[in-house]
């Protein structure tokens, strides 16, 4: 099988897109990162294997409604054919298309891929990189099942029935197990046995028995009372044993506790606050006499600069200054405004003349155009053509849905009438069913008739042993028997009658022991199941599977009718209230036509328009309002502003002349830079002064501060002096100790007694002696109690079972009756259990049959691969075991396992067994053979082994290799090389 072309209607990120895998066996398909190589892969195993509608909707493009494609495969048997699946058409299923025309199923797809599945033909013809991480951990009993599924064309029935038996023989016996129904009967067999024993045993005792139960569990719970209450009493003076140092040394600090005074309190930490308190003093002394003495400095040179600055009228000059800019602006603005009146003059007579609306600048400026108008205008516009549209839409849509109301209801009745009966569904399912139970049964009644026969020969030289053994045993009495009487040895009588007992007894266990195989392996007398044709298992396979399909349309079909009534329904109701819309804003625009006249001959697409034509001309005319205004304005501050100067230069420098305004506002503003110089440093010392005092009211603050909590410290520990101070801190230190030892001996203490107790027994010490005394007695006193309830309890035992027994009394012969029908069924349970184990045991055989098959040809080619790839440096191949995993053996015959090798040899070992099962299993099965990437580990050379033995391989398997490595593409041929990136566009679908 090789797949010829590829034709993508729509998967993922591919529309329209075909490529071309005709021109060599050997096609390398050349992408970077996200340039749609996996989806390419999965678009391939789609066509072959289909997807289930989660994954489908999954690859469903985002800019197209197609979703399949088309494959073209040549096949050796019957030609070149082709498959084409649609997304949804048919539920995803497959049509092919053969060179006479005719046209097939996915049934028939299935038969052309030799019933191979999507999961196994990814297990053996594809792998990637990431699929060779697993190889260490790869097991004998995994590579069995792989060759196993291979070997029966990849259907997993045998499978199925292994894990059947095994559950079944699970159901009827476990060596160790308690719930498999032949271990529950052996239990019940083991119960019946001790019920008979013990009733052999029974006698008739039961009232005196019941009596003295009674009298004892009294007896016993009273002594169990009186031993937890001394246990407990017990319990309490070994405390108080275990607790005398502590009490000792409690009572100690208490009296030393009481030579100090009551009330006591000293600072926390004082010792340490006191010394960085007085740390903290000195730089604060130092840093306040420089402070003072830089403010001394800083007010002499602020009083100089005062008093230059005294001399000038600086705001009054200021201001003047400040409005000369002001003074040049306004003549220049007083030009603009003049020109800019008659420029909107000119222009609202040109708009006005274009409109030709009959409407001149006088009219105009009593209309008011309110700012909402431009949008009510605009919205009308809009509505309009929003409804004209909708109505057009609706119209279109209505005849859409009803028209595709009537395709679903005629697809719908095609098929339900292609339906099957529910007779001849149950008739299909049955022949299946009987299918599948005709193959277990004739596996197993092969395998009881081989064991027929192998019994029979095995029966014929036991019943000899036993003939021959009974012969011997005879011979020896007889002549043993002879000798005592020859030689008056009368004991070797004794010998003589052992040896024929012994030969007899042997005889008779064979005998029995061939009798009881023989009923295991009677005839089956099982009535034979009805033969079942491949023909008529297809033809059943065939039509479940299309029945499936149908029920699976026929749903999909229902919903959509229901989609497409409730959608006409909508649109019914959505016509209705655009219509009412429609007439209400017709009303609206009339009402606007009575408002503004001039709009009669107006288009309304054209009203927006005209509203901002209106409003500008609107805003022209207030704009000439506005600017005559202006004009009348700026004259006036004009003058104003001349008187202003005059004034000022006259008063302040009566003896300057001055020939023109700007000379006197030069003049002005060289006095004003030198006052502002003059003024920032002022300010600039002003700053500096005021730092430095706050500097020495902060330093002189921190320093009554400290002063202070030194103070606070020495009140708080109820000192007057520093030396005071210390004799407190070592009083305070003295007490803080014995205060910790006395609470860490009540900490210890609380465990054992309450705080009641325990200020009891300080208040009143008790005697050592006396104390050891009690506990002395107290001991004694309950060993004798508790060897006292220990008899009792064993003669309440003792009664308790003989009552038991008394209880449970019974028929001996009913017992007996049901031991026997249990034994009977045993051995029925033991004769089906036998027939599963058979059937069981051949399987087995017969998959390590497969797998001898395979294997020895699969790890052949492996080595001769991975001798390849690693330029002999490895020669063999060992394969894994049920504890070991694969090893590998170099030219110095060293052998090592597979987690021994470096990450890129496991890498190729591995690829070499994938490679070789594909080849051995590829006589069979002639599958594509796709592989992404998987040499990421290679270096060069071996990359370019790997590709010189995928050429070999191709000449007989087809191999498509997906990469995104630049360095691959240098091997490879350019007629083998195709890139992603050159998408070729289908210029017509047919499908």
């Known amino acids: 099988m090789k797949i010829l072309q590829a034709r993508i209607y729509g998967f993922g990120k591919w529309v329209d897109y075909e490529i071309d895998f005709s021109k060599h066996s050997f096609i390398t398909i050349f992408g970077h990162n996200e340039s749609g190589k996996s989806t390419l892969q999965r678009f391939l195993q789609f066509m072959l294997f289909g997807l289930p509608p989660k994954q489908r909707k999954y690859y469903q493009p985002k800019d197209s409604s197609k979703m399949g494609g088309r494959l073209f495969i040549l096949d050796t048997e019957i030609g070149e054919y082709s498959i084409e699946r649609i997304g949804d058409a048919n539920n995803g299923a497959a049509k092919c298309f053969t060179p006479d025309g005719k046209e097939y199923d996915e049934s028939w797809l299935k038969e052309r891929l030799h019933s191979i599945d999507e999961k196994t033909y990814r297990a053996i013809f594809s792998f990637s990189a990431m699929d060779l991480n697993d190889l260490q951990d790869v097991k004998e009993e995994e590579i069995s099942e792989?060759?196993?599924?291979?070997?029966?064309?990849?259907?997993?029935?045998?499978?199925?029935?292994?894990k059947r038996l095994e559950?079944?023989?699970?159901?009827?016996?476990?060596?160790?197990?308690?719930?498999?129904?032949?271990?529950?009967?052996?239990?019940?067999?083991?119960?019946?046995?001790?019920?008979?024993?013990?009733?052999?045993?029974?006698?008739?005792?039961?009232?005196?028995?019941?009596?003295?139960?009674?009298?004892?569990?009294?007896?016993?719970?009273?002594?169990?009372?009186?031993?937890?209450?001394?246990?407990?009493?017990?319990?309490?003076l070994e405390k108080l044993i275990q607790a005398f140092p502590q009490i000792e040394e409690y009572i100690g600090l208490q009296n030393r506790l009481k030579e100090l005074p009551e009330e006591f309190y000293f600072p926390e930490d004082g010792m340490e606050r006191i010394e960085s308190l007085k740390r903290e003093l000195i730089p604060l002394e130092s840093e306040i006499k420089l402070a003072i003495r830089n403010r001394e400095i800083f007010q002499k040179e602020m009083e100089k600069l005062e008093g230059q600055n005294s001399e000038i009228s600086f705001i009054e000059a200021k201001k003047i200054i400040t409005q000369s800019n002001e003074y040049q602006d306004m003549e220049k603005e007083k030009k603009v405004v003049r020109e800019r009146v008659d420029q909107l003059h000119r222009e609202i007579r040109s708009k006005l003349s274009n409109l030709n609306l009959g409407l001149e600048m006088e009219q105009l400026s009593h209309y008011q155009l309110p700012f909402h108008l431009e949008k009510d205008w605009n919205h009308y516009r809009i509505s309009i053509e929003s409804i004209t549209r909708e109505m057009r839409q609706i119209k279109?849509?209505?005849?859409?849905?009803?028209?595709?109301?009537?395709?679903?209801?005629?697809?719908?009745?095609?098929?339900?009438?292609?339906?099957?009966?529910?007779?001849?569904?149950?008739?299909?399912?049955?022949?299946?069913?009987?299918?599948?139970?005709?193959?277990?049964?004739?596996?197993?009644?092969?395998?009881?008739?081989?064991?027929?026969?192998?019994?029979?020969?095995?029966?014929?030289?036991?019943?000899?042993?036993?003939?021959?053994l009974w012969i011997g045993s005879?011979?020896?009495?007889?002549?043993?028997?002879?000798?005592?009487?020859?030689?008056?040895?009368?004991?070797?009588?004794?010998?003589?009658?052992?040896?024929?007992?012994?030969?007899?007894?042997?005889?008779?266990?064979?005998?029995?022991?061939?009798?009881?195989?023989?009923?295991?392996?009677?005839?089956?007398?099982?009535?034979?199941?009805?033969?079942?044709?491949?023909?008529?298992?297809?033809?059943?396979?065939?039509?479940?599977?299309?029945?499936?399909?149908?029920?699976?349309?026929?749903?999909?079909?229902?919903?959509?009718?229901?989609?497409?009534?409730?959608?006409?329904?909508?649109?019914?109701?959505?016509?209705?209230?655009?219509?009412?819309?429609?007439?209400?804003?017709?009303e609206r625009i009339a009402l606007e036509k009575t408002k503004y006249p001039f709009l009669e001959h107006v288009d309304l697409n054209y009203w927006p328009e005209l509203y901002h034509t209106l409003k500008g001309i609107l805003d022209q005319i207030?704009?000439?309002?506005?600017?005559?205004?202006?004009?009348?304005?700026?004259?006036?501050?004009?003058?104003?502003?001349?008187?202003?100067?005059?004034?000022?230069?006259?008063?302040?420098y009566p003896s300057s002349n001055f020939k023109s305004y700007i000379s006197k506002l030069e003049f002005l503003g060289n006095e004003i830079s030198a006052y502002q110089d003059r003024e920032q440093q002022i300010q600039q010392l002003k700053i500096r002064l005021q730092d430095i005092e706050n500097q020495v009211q902060e330093k002189t603050i921190s320093y009554e501060l400290v002063e202070e909590r030194i103070i606070s410290l020495f009140s708080k520990a109820n000192a007057k002096d520093e030396e005071e101070f210390y004799k407190r801190y070592r009083e305070w230190k003295e007490q803080t100790e014995l205060l910790e030892s006395c609470r860490r001996i009540a900490t210890q203490i609380s465990s054992y007694f309450t705080s009641e107790k325990w200020n009891n027994i300080i208040e009143n010490p008790p005697s050592r002696s006396k104390v050891e005394l009690e506990l002395k007695e107290c001991v004694q006193l309950i060993k004798h109690l508790e060897e006292e309830l220990g008899q009792k309890r064993q003669q309440l035992a003792n009664l308790t079972v003989e009552l038991q027994n008394l209880e449970k009394s019974e028929s001996y012969s009913k017992t007996i009756h049901v031991f026997q029908m249990e034994k009977e069924r045993l051995h029925?349970?033991?004769?089906?259990?036998?027939?599963?184990?058979?059937?069981?045991?051949?399987?087995?055989?017969?998959?390590?049959?497969?797998?001898?098959?395979?294997?020895?040809?699969?790890?052949?080619?492996?080595?001769?691969?991975?001798?390849?790839?690693?330029?002999?440096?490895?020669?063999?191949?060992?394969?894994?075991?049920?504890?070991?995993?694969?090893?590998?053996?170099?030219?110095n015959k060293i052998r090592f396992s597979v987690k021994e090798l470096s990450q890129g040899t496991i890498n190729q070992l591995y690829v070499s067994l994938r490679l070789a099962i594909s080849e051995v299993m590829s006589e069979k099965f002639h599958l594509p053979f796709i592989i992404d990437d998987a040499f990421v580990h290679f270096d060069k050379l071996r990359n370019k082994r790997m590709l010189e033995i995928l050429e070999s391989i191709s000449k007989n398997h087809q191999i498509l290799f997906f990469t995104c490595k630049q360095d691959v593409l240098e091997e490879i041929p350019i007629q083998n090389l195709v890139h992603l990136t050159n998408h070729i566009p289908l210029v017509e679908n047919k499908w």
Do not use: C
């Open 146 to 162: 792989v060759l196993l599924g291979i070997g029966l064309s990849g259907s997993t029935k045998i499978y199925s029935v292994e």
């Open 167 to 236: 559950q079944q023989i699970g159901e009827f016996f476990k060596p160790y197990g308690k719930n498999p129904i032949i271990n529950q009967q052996l239990q019940t067999l083991e119960r019946l046995q001790r019920e008979i024993k013990e009733l052999k045993e029974e006698e008739a005792e039961y009232r005196e028995k019941k009596n003295a139960i009674h009298r004892i569990k009294g007896d016993i719970t009273l002594l169990e009372k009186t031993i937890k209450e001394e246990k407990e009493r017990q319990f309490q």
């Open 396 to 468: 279109e849509n209505t005849q859409l849905q009803q028209a595709k109301l009537e395709r679903i209801t005629e697809e719908l009745s095609r098929v339900e009438s292609s339906q099957l009966t529910a007779d001849k569904r149950s008739e299909l399912e049955g022949i299946l069913e009987l299918h599948h139970e005709s193959q277990l049964l004739e596996i197993v009644q092969k395998e009881h008739y081989h064991k027929q026969e192998k019994w029979k020969k095995t029966k014929l030289q036991k019943r000899k042993r036993l003939n021959a």
């Open 474 to 586: 005879l011979f020896l009495g007889v002549v043993t028997a002879a000798l005592s009487f020859i030689t008056d040895q009368f004991w070797l009588i004794n010998i003589s009658v052992l040896s024929l007992i012994v030969g007899l007894l042997q005889w008779f266990l064979g005998v029995k022991s061939i009798q009881n195989m023989d009923k295991m392996l009677e005839p089956n007398t099982t009535t034979p199941f009805r033969t079942i044709s491949v023909e008529e298992r297809r033809s059943a396979e065939s039509l479940l599977l299309q029945e499936q399909e149908i029920l699976r349309e026929k749903e999909l079909l229902q919903d959509k009718l229901l989609d497409t009534e409730i959608q006409l329904q909508q649109l019914t109701e959505k016509q209705v209230v655009i219509e009412n819309q429609q007439d209400e804003l017709m």
């Open 622 to 652: 207030k704009q000439i309002d506005e600017l005559y205004n202006q004009d009348r304005d700026i004259s006036q501050k004009l003058d104003v502003y001349h008187n202003l100067l005059d004034k000022f230069i006259e008063k302040h």
């Open 828 to 891: 029925k349970l033991a004769r089906k259990w036998a027939v599963l184990k058979t059937a069981k045991e051949l399987l087995s055989e017969t998959k390590h049959q497969y797998r001898d098959k395979y294997l020895t040809r699969v790890l052949e080619k492996t080595t001769q691969y991975f001798r390849n790839l690693t330029d002999h440096q490895y020669v063999q191949v060992f394969s894994p075991t049920a504890d070991k995993p694969f090893m590998v053996e170099n030219s």
